[in-house]
């Protein structure tokens, strides 16, 4: 844990006694509310392109995504790696076609596990049974995306799941020894900030080893850039002062125990309709720190789980 808070990267440092660098890979997988299965059109905020390094591309192999990504990223000594199966829901497959997918990476030297980002309704029992049996052996992440614990705004954002599949997923998992982490999108519109940071007590509740928190940003070419345009009032995009506070608050009511992964992200420059607040992340991240440092905040201070 730093002095404010606890950085799961920091986490994972102390696991391998070394920098571990995240590979993201592409594997042509779609989602259930894209392709007719639960709906179409996918989630309202969503463009997945926004997620892509160059070297990314279904075209190529997961292994041949892996090479390009740890010549792109090898600049540490001692460095190892990551095999990060991020865009859309990487667990969409049948078994048998996602150990043919997952395992040859993790044969590739310096790779020390995955990470897979799916969705909580495309997990099954026999899939986090294999997952249980892969952590044996190295380090296996999952990562949900549960973006609210609010089911009026998932139906609003055509999530396509329940937040009760959410808990259902993440305590299965947890069950089984396998690391797992929630993804959280904070400024959905229809939510409150006080709504937004005390989310932070039910995720503390769960059996969770990381979130990863971002502000909402309105990207080109989703249903949700096309309802900003037309209806922007619907809307209370952050100014990074603003998000700041809200994250020193969410923060403060999150279990110290639970890791953070992340607290923004950004969407390319071309891609990007709002906010656009100039900042790199390591620069949001020093005006965090200042603003945990002059509210007195550690990570749990206001959990009630911690106090109670």
Not at 250 to 272: E, N, T, W, Y
């Amino acid at each position: 844990m730093t002095d404010r808070y606890n950085n799961y990267n920091e986490t994972l440092r102390c696991r391998f006694g070394c920098r571990v660098q995240k590979i993201s890979i592409n594997a042509g997988f779609t989602c259930p509310n894209r392709d007719g299965t639960k709906g179409r059109g996918g989630c309202t905020f969503c463009n997945n392109q926004t997620f892509f390094p160059e070297y990314c591309s279904p075209q190529k192999s997961a292994v041949r995504q892996m090479e390009e990504g740890m010549h792109f990223f090898r600049r540490y000594e001692g460095q190892k790696y990551l095999a990060y199966f991020q865009a859309y829901t990487n667990t969409y497959a049948p078994l048998e076609t996602l150990r043919r997918l997952y395992e040859p990476v993790l044969e590739m030297e310096d790779v020390v596990g995955i990470v897979v980002g799916t969705r909580p309704d495309c997990v099954d029992g026999p899939l986090l049974d294999y997952f249980a049996e892969l952590s044996e052996r190295c380090y296996v992440m999952v990562e949900y995306g549960v973006e609210s614990t609010d089911d009026r705004t998932l139906r609003r954002i055509n999530r396509g799941h329940s937040f009760a599949e959410s808990v259902w997923a993440i305590e299965e998992t947890a069950r089984r020894g396998i690391s797992v982490g929630a993804h959280l999108i904070l400024g959905l519109p229809g939510e409150s900030r006080v709504q937004m940071f005390l989310r932070a007590e039910t995720m503390s509740s769960l059996p969770l080893d990381m979130v990863k928190l971002h502000q909402l940003q309105i990207v080109r070419g989703t249903a949700m850039a096309r309802e900003y345009e037309a209806h922007p009032e619907r809307f209370h995009l952050f100014t990074a002062e603003e998000y700041v506070g809200l994250c020193v608050d969410f923060i403060a009511h999150l279990d110290c125990h639970i890791g953070i992964g992340r607290f923004v992200s950004q969407s390319p420059k071309g891609m990007l309709v709002a906010p656009d607040w100039g900042l790199k992340n390591y620069e949001f991240v020093a005006m965090l720190e200042k603003a945990l440092a002059r509210r007195d905040v550690r990570q749990g201070k206001l959990c009630r789980s911690a106090i109670g």
